[in-house]
Each structure stands twice: as C-alpha cells, then as structure tokens.
T-cell receptor, first 115, second 108 residues
Framework: EAQVTQNPRYLITVTGKKLTVTCSQN?????MSWYRQDPGLGLRQIYY???????DKGDVPEGYKVSRKEKRNFPLILESPSPNQTSLYFC??????????????FGPGTRLTVT | AQRVTQPEKLLSVFKGAPVELKCNYS??????LFWYVQYSRQRLQLLLR??SRESIKGFTADLNKGETSFHLKKPFAQEEDSAMYYC??????????FGEGTQLTVNP
C-alpha cells in the first residue's frame, strides 16, 4: 500500500528543546516536501527536496532544517522550537511519471505544540 | 513572487445547487495549477490538476490565463463534498504555493 508516514502524530514540547519529526514514503518518489498548516493561512511550504541530497527552501524555512540522506526519508528538524512554531505539519511525496502523469501523497499530519 | 488567492474562506450551498470555488493566482511564468481537498480528520488529497483536464467526483476546473484564475466548479453539490479546498500553484520541481483555503459546506 502506497503511504507516507509521519512520527510522532502529536507532540507537546517546551521552547528550545530540539526535536525531529520523521517522514517516510514507500513509493520511491523523488520529490518530498514539508508544509505547515495554520488557520486562515492555508498550507505554507517549509522545505522541499527534489532528490537525495537536494533540498531547497520553501516560503517559511526560518527555524527549520531538513535532510535527505535516503530517498525514502525526509526528517524535519527544529533545533530550538519556539511557540510560533506551534502548528499542524504535513509531509508529502510526489513524482511525475511518463506522459506527464502526476501522483502525490500526503502524510497524516503531526500536531506540534510548543509551550 | 508567486501568489495564490482564494477570496472566500467559507462557502455554503444547498445540496443539488451549483458550486464554484474561486482561485486567482499571480505568477510571471507558465503556471501549473492544482486543487486539493481535505475532508474532516483526513489527510490532504490531490483532487485535480489543470494539465490533465479531468473531472474528478464531478468537479472541473479551467485555467483562464487572461483572468489568472482557476475556479473549481461542480454543477450539483452533494453533502459529501463538504470539505476544505485548497488551490495551489507549482512553479518548479515540488515548489508549491497554496491559497488560504475555502471551507465548503453543503447543506441538506
């Protein structure tokens, strides 16, 4: 079954305590992304990756880091979380196939609260 | 810089009525546009993309480059269409810019 998994699904932490949210996909997709979803602001892209060791900033990268050492994994790292990073985070993977067909899957989301 | 605007945060229609969710974009290059749907307590799903010109669950969307719009339409709304809808613009690779979203409620 094609899927994108994220862990943890829920996390409450304190300001400044480093954390990592993992994302894994089993579809051999080249592209992976992280988004945050906030009421009234929709989804905003944090970082994206076009392949192993290739990452780039999205619209709101400040305070976040990512790495893509393996094709299937794309962890999101918050070195020093702050309360304004309290949000719902989604990971996604995608690829364009032959004939310009496109498939994309989102993870279930991680609800992060920073106090 | 690219931008996507969904002017309606909330949209309410009755079952069987036509529905149109508006999306406007600004981008200097050649746009590729998508509609996504998020049902309550579910993950985001791709609904349709303008390049494929397909109809999914009765929804269609036409790219109007002159008006820089990509409105989502359905002639007869169903209660199961109630969800949050997002319009998104792809500019390169997996670089996606989303609109703020429109919460559609279809009343019985």
């Amino acid at each position: 079954e094609a899927q994108v998994t994220q862990n943890p699904r829920y996390l409450i932490t304190v300001t400044g305590k480093k954390l990592t949210v993992t994302c894994s996909q089993n579809m051999n997709h080249e592209y992976m992304s992280w988004y945050r979803q906030d009421p009234g602001l929709g989804l905003r892209q944090i970082y994206y990756s076009m392949n192993v060791e290739v990452t780039d900033k999205g619209d709101v990268p400040e305070g976040y880091k990512v790495s893509r050492k393996e094709k299937r994994n794309f962890p999101l790292i918050l070195e020093s979380p702050s309360p304004n990073q309290t949000s719902l985070y989604f990971c996604a993977s995608s690829r364009w196939t032959s004939g310009s067909s496109y498939e994309q899957y989102f993870g279930p989301g991680t609800r992060l609260t920073v106090t | 810089a690219q931008r996507v605007t969904q002017p309606e945060k909330l949209l309410s229609v009755f079952k069987g009525a036509p529905v149109e969710l508006k999306c406007n974009y600004s981008y200097s290059g050649s746009p590729e546009l998508f509609w996504y749907v998020q049902y309550s307590r579910q993950r985001l799903q791709l609904l349709l993309r303008h390049i494929s010109r397909e109809s999914i669950k009765g929804f269609t969307a036409d790219l109007n480059k002159g008006e820089t719009s990509f409105h989502l339409k359905k002639p007869f709304a169903q209660e199961e269409d109630s969800a949050m809808y997002y319009c998104a613009l792809r500019t390169s690779g997996s670089r996606l810019t989303f609109g703020e979203g429109t919460q559609l409620t279809v009343n019985p």
